[in-house]
């Protein structure tokens, strides 16, 4: 492979939820307990990967829809799925909790860094006002935000990635001065690849098996970086 220096690019986009945004905890405060309330004994990981599949189903389906609409969606599909109730109330609760999920402890710092280095791209399958409220979290000022509200269809869909494209022409930056950041294979390395868009992995999920709260990617990919943490990215590029 012939790797660039971190030197090369003028921007990072960013997926969030996952690589930023501890989502998986997020969603399974919601869902534990929710489980439990139905007589489901199944752990947090057992609840993530039955998830996975539906959000990635409702946001193919109704890519016009809002994230808080996605959450509801696909907590009542895992509710059908599982033979547990899903009220109403606990619909509306958890697509609004986006703004309650946590960042991960080097998110704020790691970012801080590297926006002294490189204009900081969001690229998010989410609404504006869930990503605001996420925001608040990490407390970084973004070149641009863009999110599936914006877009109008959600990763992995190539249109995401034609959207960030047409951003970064606006910026003045070449698609090879571009590296996106991201922990997803299915929903961002995968689609990134198909539009020749350089990619680093932040494996959060280094330590545990499987997917989680992602569908499965599917086969093998090349990518040009993998770093366990934002704080090991910005190490690297520190050490550069």
């Known amino acids: 492979m012939n790797r660039k220096d971190f030197k090369d690019f003028k921007a990072l986009s960013f997926d969030c939820y996952g690589t930023l945004i501890d989502w998986e905890t997020g969603i399974a405060q919601f869902l534990l307990p929710w489980a439990a309330s139905n007589g489901l004994a199944l752990s947090a990981e057992e609840l993530l990967t039955a998830y996975s599949k539906h959000e990635a189903a ?63 791209i969001i690229l998010s399958n989410v609404d504006r006002q869930s990503f605001a409220g996420s925001n608040k979290r990490l407390d970084v000022q973004f070149t641009s935000i863009l999110t599936a509200e914006d877009i109008g269809s959600y990763k992995p869909a190539d249109r995401n990635f034609e959207y960030l494209e047409a951003e970064i022409q606006r910026l003045g930056i070449q698609k090879e001065q571009l590296l996106h950041v991201a922990q997803s294979l299915f929903h961002d390395h995968v689609p990134a690849k198909r539009r020749g868009i350089a990619s680093l992995w932040i494996n959060r999920r280094h330590d545990v098996p499987g997917w989680g709260a992602t569908p499965d990617p599917g086969g093998s990919l090349d990518i040009e970086w993998t770093f366990n943490s934002m704080a090991d990215f910005a190490a690297a590029v520190a050490s550069e």
Do not use: M
């Open 58 to 120: 409702a946001e193919a389906e109704f890519p016009a829809e809002k994230y808080p609409s996605i959450l509801a969606k696909s907590l009542r599909r895992l509710g059908i799925e599982l033979g547990a109730a899903v009220s109403d109330a606990q619909a509306t609760s958890f697509g609004a909790s986006v703004p309650d999920w946590p960042a991960f402890p080097d998110s704020h710092e790691a970012l801080t860094y590297l926006a002294r280095k490189f204009k900081l």
